[in-house]
């Protein structure tokens, strides 16, 4: 659309598709507006991927701040039996069924043997 509105500046200033002056006059404008029109693309998508690069992808990997809020939360020990050996972090809402690994009310400290027994459930 905008190429055309640049050629038909160009004609309307006395040019006809050729070698007239009026004719490149449009052909620089359509040339000009399509150049812009890519410019205000790639700068309008490079803030979206700035934007989507701040905000945490859905990651499995615990950050260490959750880590650190739900071991204290939790007394670093086992949620079901209180023990202190082979501890794990394990999602509340399996990772796999959509629950975020951001959220420390989503985490709990369990030891090895209680998070095996829970799974994927």
Same mark, same amino acid.
């Given at each position: 659309?905008?190429?055309l509105?640049?050629?038909?500046?160009?004609?309307?200033?006395?040019?006809?598709?050729?070698?007239?002056?009026?004719?490149?006059?449009?052909?620089?404008?359509?040339?000009?507006?399509?150049?812009?029109?890519?410019?205000e693309?790639?700068?309008?998508?490079?803030?979206?991927?700035?934007?989507? /690069?701040l *905000?945490? @992808?859905? !990651?499995?990997?615990? &950050?260490? $701040?959750?880590?650190?809020?739900?071991?204290?939360?939790? =007394?670093?020990?086992?949620?079901?039996?209180?023990?202190?050996?082979?501890?794990?972090? /394990?999602? *509340?809402? @399996?990772? !796999?069924?959509?629950? &975020?690994? $951001?959220?420390?009310?989503?985490?709990?400290?369990?030891? =090895?043997?209680?998070?095996?027994?829970k799974?994927?459930?």
């Amino acid at each position: 659309m905008l190429p055309l509105i640049g050629l038909l500046v160009g004609i309307a200033l006395g040019g006809e598709r050729g070698g007239t002056p009026g004719f490149w006059v449009g052909f620089a404008l359509a040339v000009v507006l399509v150049v812009g029109a890519v410019i205000e693309q790639e700068a309008a998508a490079a803030q979206a991927r700035k934007r989507r /690069d701040l *905000i945490r @992808p859905h !990651s499995r990997t615990i &950050p260490q $701040d959750v880590k650190i809020a739900v071991s204290v939360r939790d =007394g670093g020990k086992c949620r079901i039996c209180r023990s202190t050996k082979d501890l794990q972090y /394990d999602h *509340i809402i @399996p990772w !796999s069924k959509g629950g &975020p690994s $951001d959220d420390p009310n989503n985490i709990q400290l369990l030891c =090895g043997y209680h998070n095996r027994l829970k799974r994927d459930r």
